[in-house]
């Protein structure tokens, strides 16, 4: 149940108008409060205090209801029976939406031929935790690895294979483009060169096609360890750019007819200024002069493709913050063409930084590869392991490296900056993924030393089982926020509250302990299962994985 829905719904319908509900920080009061009486006392003419007193019995009259009280200039405290909530909390959560929405999510956009950095790490973990959080809600989503396989780092890459020889493997790949242009900064010549083949890959040179096929090999294979150690949901389509080129002339067309397509120095470009604009908005490059599709053809290419398969609500991307001008830019021209009717939505990201504020580096001074990072985290935690005499399977240790990884980068607001810090992420104390997994190994350690649950209450709720049981009913609603506000960082948040709760839980009221009745002992059971299921649900849209032992 979505616990304050049903509280606010049931006390807007019983005073006839729609009051603030809140959730008090100290629930020593109430475990909810309105300011009901305020709102009304200014039509009423009357003082807040002396209306809330008028409100109260109202309020007495619903069901769930224990107390109510007057507190401060008139604020209405509510506070809950304690047989409602434990019913309430042993219905499985239900947080289908009654809309259910048609949703494409581009995110991860990997490049091909090149290693996959820490630029990427937020655009998979988000984008795979929000596709989780869609499909929870009840949603239809498609998920497109848009892979940057097209534009001129291709040429770039044939013209070095065509002078040295195919590389054997992905370490060998990843180093043509940067060496390829490094030698075309200096070397006219080689850039033209470069641009030539990307304008005759595209055009379809049977020579650089099968060049081209051949690493491609290599970069999928790469992509597939990446997105197997993060543990992401599988993409349902990996369609990049050169997957959207066919429709590229049908998109031209459309935007031709419209009048939106101008030609600047040999290339075509949509303005898109309007007068509102107060920053700079240059115009949309369509088509570049030397006729080679441009990264904003080939996404506004996908959105007609994905509207004509997909027929999607909504279309949503998640990518660094470098990219917002050219998001703008695309949904601007999508929806001055009338290329799509959906709902379309960019999520910018901030940087991973080091603690000089700078982009997080490796110790060589090289923006970090992502499968080193991930590497670099597992030696933490094998090292706090060890420094705490513990012994754990090395299937262990990663799913704690994940955690640590992960759960840290759905933790802050997806537009910040945060600073990543290997040691600090991989605590077991403190708004940690090691933390989060723990309390769950807890709890599921008590459940496999214990015998039955049952769902019948039989003695009143300490605050602390209250508490706990309140927050699983918080779930469904941070759930739909999270997804409304797309803020993935909703359910890092909750899982932390909900893990402190658990703790506090755990440490004062006994359960297995001889000198606990068994009455309590089951009570305390089935409230250590529910706040368990709910722990893994969000754990499971965090896209960790729990461990068997900690
Ligand atoms: N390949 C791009 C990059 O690494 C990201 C692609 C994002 N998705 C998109 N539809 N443009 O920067």
Not at 476 to 490: G, H, I, K, P, Y
Request: proline residues 4%; hydrophobic residues 40%; aromatic residues 8%.
């Amino acid at each position: 149940m979505n616990l304050y829905k049903y509280v606010s719904e049931s006390i807007n319908a019983k005073l006839g108008f729609v009051a603030n509900l809140e959730i008090p920080r100290n629930r020593a009061f109430g475990d909810f409060s309105t300011n009901a009486a305020m709102v009304m006392a200014k039509d009423a003419k009357k003082n807040p205090r002396e209306l809330a007193n008028e409100i109260l019995p109202k309020l007495r009259e619903l069901d769930f209801i224990s107390d109510v009280s007057v507190a401060g200039p008139g604020f209405i405290n509510i506070k809950l029976k304690d047989d409602f909530i434990w019913h309430a909390a042993n219905q499985p959560h239900n947080a289908k939406s009654e809309k259910p929405k048609k949703i494409d999510l581009d995110y991860g956009g990997y490049n091909v031929g090149k290693a996959l950095h820490i630029g990427h790490l937020r655009t998979s973990i988000v984008g795979d935790t929000f596709n989780r959080i869609a499909k929870y809600l009840g949603h239809t989503t498609k998920s497109y690895n848009h892979i940057g396989d097209w534009g001129r780092p291709m040429g770039l890459i044939i013209a070095w294979i065509l002078e040295y020889g195919m590389p054997k493997n992905a370490d060998e790949l990843n180093k043509i483009y940067p060496a390829s242009t490094a030698r075309a900064k200096n070397d006219e010549e080689w850039m033209s060169r470069a641009k030539q083949i990307t304008a005759e890959l595209q055009a379809g040179n049977p020579e650089y096609r099968k060049i081209y096929d051949d690493f491609m090999k290599i970069s999928l294979a790469q992509m597939d360890t990446v997105l197997h150690r993060l543990n992401l949901l599988p993409f349902d389509a990996t369609m990049g750019e050169r997957g959207v080129a066919p429709y590229v002339a049908d998109t031209q067309k459309i935007l031709g007819n419209r009048g939106l397509l101008v030609e600047s120095d040999g290339a075509m470009v949509v303005n898109v200024k309007t007068d509102d604009d107060t920053a700079p908005m240059p115009p949309l490059m369509f088509r570049t002069s030397s006729d080679t599709q441009t990264y904003a053809a080939a996404d506004l290419s996908a959105i007609y493709y994905r509207t004509k398969t997909d027929n999607p609500d909504i279309i949503g991307y998640f990518t660094d913050s470098r990219q917002n001008l050219h998001f703008q830019q695309v949904f601007r021209v999508a929806k001055m063409a009338g290329i799509t009717n959906a709902e379309l939505f960019h999520t910018g990201f901030g940087t991973l930084t080091g603690a000089d504020g700078k982009p997080f580096k490796t110790r060589d001074g090289n923006v970090a590869e992502l499968l080193e990072i991930l590497d670099m985290v597992n030696d933490a935690v094998r090292t706090r392991v060890a420094d705490a005499g513990k012994e754990l399977d090395n299937e262990t240790i990663s799913s704690i490296a994940l955690a640590a990884v992960k759960f840290n980068d759905l933790l802050h607001d997806v537009r910040s900056d945060y600073v990543f810090d290997p040691n600090q992420i991989t605590s077991f104390e403190g708004r940690t993924g090691p933390y989060i997994l723990y309390t769950a190994v807890r709890l599921n350690s008590v459940l496999k030393r214990a015998g039955d649950t049952s769902d019948t209450i039989t003695s009143t709720l300490t605050t602390d089982e209250r508490n706990l049981l309140i927050e699983t009913l918080d779930f469904e609603r941070t759930v739909q926020s999270a997804f409304d506000n797309r803020a993935t960082d909703m359910i890092a948040n909750y899982a932390y509250d909900l893990c402190q709760l658990a703790n506090t839980f755990y440490h004062n009221c006994p359960i297995l302990r001889d000198d606990v009745d068994a009455a309590t002992r089951v009570q305390r059971l089935n409230i250590t299962r529910i706040a368990r299921d709910t722990l893994s649900t969000a754990i499971d849209l965090m896209g960790l994985k729990i461990p068997d032992e900690m």
